[in-house]
């Protein structure tokens, strides 16, 4: 049958969307997009030929203000028609400075903000049949996997970090709010939720732990009760950003039981207590090595992620000695390291001397080579072992997956070969042949 053109769909304005910064970042994007695809928007592939681009800054450090930038400056040479919203729009001199010629610009969380820019710019074209998205929304990750972002801001003033200037305070989502996410998200696919957000594990204080009613029982905002509802769904639930409060060794025994995944994210930063006391972190590192082993005697699969900033102002070759000796002790399994650097408005900038750029350079590939010693000697411990791998990436029969110890882009890999063709997805038991400093090799043994 032929389709009348004069009452067949007009499609809608099309959208270029550049997204930079960090999971939390990219959970804002997912929500703008979303909106914009019910709205029967469609999202363009390249800046030349859509209507208008919208590019989601990075805020936190200069070089990632200066990728924001750049990412609007292609825009704006590309299209001409540029919004901008994210972290740099919370100080919209820096980009009107230098970009005068943008349409508008919004601050973080500004989702209604955005839309409104963008329906200025390109007025929506309605129509019922592109009204219609699928129930988990519009998602930026693989179809296998998504970001669970359970509050927005922080509490924390942490000297170095300018986000509570950016984003705010805390502000925790109601527990059933987040529980009827997780399971959309479920039942069009995902197998594995990684929750996030600023300090996972002060959830639901702002709120005073307020309870909310989900599956007709009233869960309360509270780390422990949530992390506990997210591993009823049968998905691989993963914990990012959980800052050491007491209260998460509660959640230990709900990984030992396989309700959650053996892994935590923990941003230790540092370990020296003087630095610490400078960066304003918790500075009883000696009771953090107790609770570590605690945790592994409890869960002895636990993997311990973090991250470590060398060459904060201050630092003396004695803090990073120190720093070095408690992470020999620590024995993490996956670390990342920055090299210090200024944040315009951060505290830190003129709490003490700055380190020179030569030994900062230096203590950091000492660092690094003294976790890649570790790392490795951990990996080794899982040669002959069989492991659960949710596979990443597919060429027939062979893959790159992860393992339960392995988030999605930073941390390892395991390169995995197989008797039939590997689907994008599954998850399968390989059994471990060989490591190297940070991946892994096995051969699948079953699904």
């Not at 999202?43 to 924001?68: M, P, W, Y």
């Not at 029982?217 to 509270?222: D, G, I, M, R, S």
């Amino acid at each position: 049958m032929a389709v009348d053109e004069t009452t067949a769909p007009s499609r809608g304005p099309k959208i270029s969307f550049v997204s930079l910064g960090c999971p939390k970042a990219l959970v804002d994007s997912e929500r703008i997009i979303t909106r914009l695809r019910a709205e029967g928007y469609e999202l363009a592939r390249k800046h030349d030929g859509a209507d208008l681009v919208i590019v989601n800054t990075c805020g936190f450090l200069d070089s990632a203000k200066q990728e924001s930038l750049g990412a609007i400056g292609e825009a704006l040479a590309e299209n001409g028609k540029v919004i901008v919203t994210g972290c740099m729009g919370a100080e919209p001199e820096a980009i009107t400075e230098r970009f005068p010629q943008v349409l508008a610009i919004t601050g973080p969380q500004q989702y209604e903000s955005v839309v409104a820019a963008v329906h200025r710019a390109a007025p929506p074209a309605h129509d019922p049949f592109l009204d219609l998205i699928p129930p988990e929304g519009i998602k930026l990750t693989p179809r296998h996997y998504a970001y669970l972002k359970i509050s927005e801001g922080c509490n924390n003033r942490c000297t170095f970090c300018i986000i509570p200037k950016l984003r705010g305070d805390l502000v925790s989502r109601p527990a059933a709010d987040v529980l009827r996410e997780a399971e959309r998200l479920v039942a069009a696919g995902v197998k594995e939720l990684l929750v996030i957000s600023q300090d996972t594990s002060a959830y639901g204080v702002d709120v005073k732990y307020a309870t909310s009613s989900w599956r007709g029982c009233e869960v309360p905002a509270k780390f422990i009760d949530l992390a506990r509802a997210l591993g009823e769904l049968g998905v691989w639930v993963r914990l990012h950003y959980v800052y050491p409060y007491p209260h998460v060794d509660d959640v230990i025994p709900l990984m030992t039981e396989g309700q959650i995944l053996p892994y935590l994210d923990i941003p230790f930063q540092h370990a020296s207590p003087d630095v610490l006391k400078r960066m304003r972190r918790p500075v009883a590192q000696e009771k953090t090595l107790d609770r570590i082993r605690r945790w592994r005697e409890i869960c002895p699969a636990l993997t311990i992620r973090s991250t470590f900033i060398v060459g904060f102002p201050g630092e003396t070759e004695d803090d990073f000695a120190f720093l070095l000796d408690w992470l020999e002790e620590a024995q993490l399994d996956r670390v990342g390291c920055f090299r210090y650097e200024p944040v315009a408005g951060a505290v830190s900038n003129d709490l003490a001397a700055a380190v020179p750029a030569e030994v900062m350079e230096d203590r950091w590939h000492r660092f690094m080579q003294r976790q890649q010693a570790i790392s490795q000697r951990r990996l080794k411990r899982k040669v002959g072992t069989r492991q659960q791998v949710i596979f990443d990436q597919v060429e027939d029969a062979s893959a790159k997956g992860r393992t339960k110890g392995d988030a999605p882009e930073i941390d390892g890999t395991v390169h995995v070969t197989g008797h039939r063709p590997l689907r994008i997805g599954e998850i399968a038991t390989v059994k471990i042949d060989r490591a190297d400093a940070y991946d892994l090799y096995g051969t699948v043994v079953g699904f």
